[in-house]
């Protein structure tokens, strides 16, 4: 996985706050029909910490964490979710610093096609969820396509997917892959 500088993090939670907020409300919608109550939730890849401040506004019930490899970025995040209870950590998805079954949703947004050892990081997203627990990863619809849904299919079984369509973008550029443990 990538790890943005300071400067590269600055600017990407820019560009997050004006180009992806429609999506971030999209995944926040979706993760709230498919949570219960006091679901525990991991954003791997959190970045700025976007996704996780939506999510906290929509259900505050909600148990939130979230994990990114580069320091810089869970350093804007905690700035940006101050004001409410959400646990961030530097981590690796290859590494989750979760105990076994102990995460009900998993999601990760525009961070999948990053990861380097995309095996080990769905071993771990396995390993953490707890029976019945689900995970919903939107990338790039050309980011790794096939090694994705392969390496997700491998561990879990059937993959759900679905097309994503950005409001400002005319064509759906993200797929939504959705797995349950």
């Not at 907020?21 to 976007?50: C, E, F, H, M, W």
């Not at 396995?126 to 390496?151: E, K, N, Q, V, W």
């Amino acid at each position: 996985m990538t790890t943005f500088g300071y400067e590269q993090s600055l600017g990407y939670d820019r560009r997050a706050t004006r180009l992806l907020t429609g999506l971030y409300r999209r995944i926040a919608a979706d993760i709230d029909t498919r949570t219960a109550d006091s679901a525990t939730v991991v954003d791997l890849g959190t970045g700025p910490g976007k996704l996780l401040s939506h999510l906290a506004a929509r259900r505050p019930d909600l148990r939130l964490h979230g994990i990114d490899l580069s320091p810089h970025m869970i350093e804007i995040a905690r700035r940006a979710v101050a004001e409410q209870t959400i646990e961030l950590a530097v981590a690796d998805v290859a590494e989750l610093p979760h105990p076994d079954n102990s995460i009900d949703f998993a999601v990760s947004s525009l961070s999948m096609h990053e990861w380097p050892d995309l095996p080990g990081a769905v071993a771990e997203l396995r390993r953490t969820l707890r029976p019945g627990g689900a995970a919903g990863i939107y990338d790039f619809r050309f980011a790794r396509t096939r090694d994705i849904r392969s390496a997700l299919g491998a561990v879990f079984g059937p993959v759900d997917t679905e097309t994503v369509r950005l409001p400002w973008h005319p064509v759906a550029v993200i797929t939504c892959y959705r797995v349950s443990a």
